[in-house]
């Protein structure tokens, strides 16, 4: 059964730093992607990365760009989200989602919509506040 379960969510200061993990399992093909997104109170839902599982792409919005890594382990069970230089507006449920594709077509996660991704963790809370 295929599974993704996000931790890691915390309260940060300003400035600060958090690294979220997605745990994946049950993922038998070789073509898929994993965005992560973020939803605050009386938001809709926010796409702040996408990593490419096949060819390692990663994309990010302006938002987030130079401030956000995502990267994977070498067995590509578990995706981390580096948050540096975390802002009050960064707060949000985080959640990791996976988006499957044909590799003829390629993925289309770098265009962070929610609706194109297929299963999704239960999220983890990240709050910056002083």
């Known amino acids: 059964q295929l599974q993704l379960v996000e931790s890691g969510g915390d309260l940060v200061q300003p400035g600060g730093s958090l690294r979220l993990s997605c745990a994946l399992s049950?993922?038998?093909?070789?073509?898929?992607?994993i965005g992560w997104f973020r939803q605050a109170p009386e938001k809709g839902r926010e796409g702040v990365s996408c990593?490419?599982?096949?060819?390692?792409?990663?994309y990010y919005p302006d938002s987030v760009k130079d401030r956000f890594i995502v990267s994977t382990e070498g067995a590509k069970r578990t995706v981390y989200l580096q948050m540096n230089n975390l802002k009050p507006e960064d707060t949000g449920l985080y959640y990791c989602?996976?988006?499957?594709?044909?590799?003829?077509?390629?993925?289309?996660?770098?265009?962070?919509?929610?609706?194109?991704?297929?299963?999704w963790g239960q999220g983890t809370q990240v709050t910056v506040s002083s």
């Open positions: 049950g993922f038998t093909s070789d073509y898929y992607a």
């Open positions: 989602a996976a988006e499957f594709f044909n590799p003829d077509f390629g993925t289309t996660c770098q265009a962070m919509n929610p609706k194109m991704y297929d299963f």
């Open positions: 990593l490419n599982m096949n060819d390692f792409t990663t």
